[in-house]
């Protein structure tokens, strides 16, 4: 091959490359985008406080649930004794000392949006926030 064919194929590879990189990108910030604007609601489930599976620990707090369903929010204000029945048996069986670091609590903020969804039947719980707690 000589080196005028050399360069246009170069060329033409470059222009490619160029393409799907900036079409890649394109499609990364336009979706992240979309995640943005998606609407929630929250769900106060109010204070719980309960002692802990070894029974020399104890636990207060609050808790707020988040959704992207509103009526999700009619369904957890509906079921509001299994809500608050669910929370505490998730809490109940945690290590005291997990509760303390942010990877416990981000453990059992999982923990309880899978309970929660399972039980409840609604699959658009996004998130759990503790507003306020304490672990003695």
Not at 53 to 67: M, Q, S
Request: hydrophobic residues 40%; without cysteine.
């Amino acid at each position: 091959m000589d080196t005028k064919k050399v360069m246009i194929f170069s060329i033409i590879g470059f222009v490619l490359s160029l393409f799907i990189f900036v079409g890649t990108l394109y499609y990364v910030k336009s979706s992240s985008k979309d995640v943005k604007d998606i609407k929630t609601y929250n769900y106060d489930a109010g204070e719980f406080s309960t002692n802990m599976g070894d029974l020399r620990h104890y636990f207060k707090g609050n808790l707020v649930i988040e959704t992207t369903d509103k009526k999700a929010i009619e369904k957890l204000t509906e079921k509001n004794v299994i809500v608050r029945d669910t929370v505490l048996k998730v809490i109940i069986s945690q290590d005291p000392n997990q509760m303390t670091t942010n990877e416990g609590m981000d453990k059992i903020e999982k923990e309880l949006i899978s309970k929660l969804s399972k039980v409840l039947n609604i699959q658009s719980i996004r998130n759990i926030y503790f507003t306020n707690y304490i672990v003695q």
